[in-house]
T-cell receptor
Framework: GAVVSQHPSWVICKSGTSVKIECRSL??????MFWYRQFPKQSLMLMAT?????????EQGVEKDKFLINHASLTLSTLTVTSAHPEDSSFYIC?????????????FGPGTRLTVL | AQSVTQLGSHVSVSEGALVLLRCNYS??????LFWYVQYPNQGLQLLLK??????LVKGINGFEAEFKKSETSFHLTKPSAHMSDAAEYFC????????????FGQGTRLTINP
């Protein structure tokens, strides 16, 4: 139980294009999802908290107009990297909370590797 | 504010030896503490968590961790290392007051020598 999927797992795009990453909770409802980015050999940095039916809350220093987050249902949150540039290349990981398993634990997706040429 | 420090970015042990990965935290409110494992090009898998119940927490794959408030530590141990334990390990802290946001340590890469 508590499975989170991400799609795509790997994407390459040209500079200036937009890329959408999906995060789905497969066997539970997630009122809250989180988006992280991870640079090579580094830790995870929280980008934003996504709440179903409301605007995402972004961490300091994260451009909300560049990283668009939509949490339209209890099982799906999307992250769109707009006008991507090479410095946006990173490993993006989402997580979701399962309230039925306690609000203290996040379950992570497998990640999406974005490479911007 | 909360923070986590993992001592040692790289730990190497022999197969069958004790594994000890160190984690110290800073928190002005009662913390929730977690250990996650990450295999190459994958997301994070929860190993174990402390949420104010028993201070000695047992997790998956034979790992356990002890919450020591006086030392602000939450070190991860396993009595006998296996080759499959080779991975990146992250300690993280959160709290109710912190809206459950996870703050991660820098990570420790565990290498197992045959």
């Amino acid at each position: 139980g508590a499975v989170v999927s991400q799609h795509p797992s790997w994407v390459i795009c040209k500079s200036g294009t937009s890329v959408k990453i999906e995060c789905r909770s497969l066997d539970f409802q997630a009122t809250t999802m989180f988006w992280y980015r991870q640079f090579p050999k580094q830790s995870l940095m929280l980008m934003a908290t996504s709440n179903e039916g409301s605007k995402a809350t972004y961490e300091q220093g994260v451009e909300k107009d560049k990283f668009l987050i939509n949490h339209a249902s209890l099982t799906l949150s999307t992250l769109t990297v707009t006008s991507a540039h090479p410095e946006d290349s990173s490993f993006y990981i989402c997580s979701a909370r399962d309230l039925n398993r306690g609000i203290d634990t996040q379950y992570f997706g497998p990640g999406t590797r974005l490479t911007v040429l | 504010a909360q923070s986590v420090t993992q001592l040692g970015s790289h730990v190497s042990v022999s197969e069958g030896a004790l594994v000890l990965l160190r984690c110290n935290y800073s928190s002005s409110v009662p913390p929730y503490l977690f250990w996650y494992v990450q295999y190459p090009n994958q997301g994070l898998q929860l190993l174990l968590k402390y949420t104010s119940a028993a201070t000695l927490v047992k997790g998956i794959n034979g790992f356990e961790a002890e919450f020591k408030k006086s030392e602000t530590s939450f070190h991860l141990t396993k009595p006998s290392a296996h080759m499959s334990d080779a991975a990146e390990y992250f300690c993280a802290v959160s709290s109710i007051q912190g809206a459950q946001k996870l703050v991660f340590g820098q990570g420790t890469r565990l290498t197992i020598n045959p």
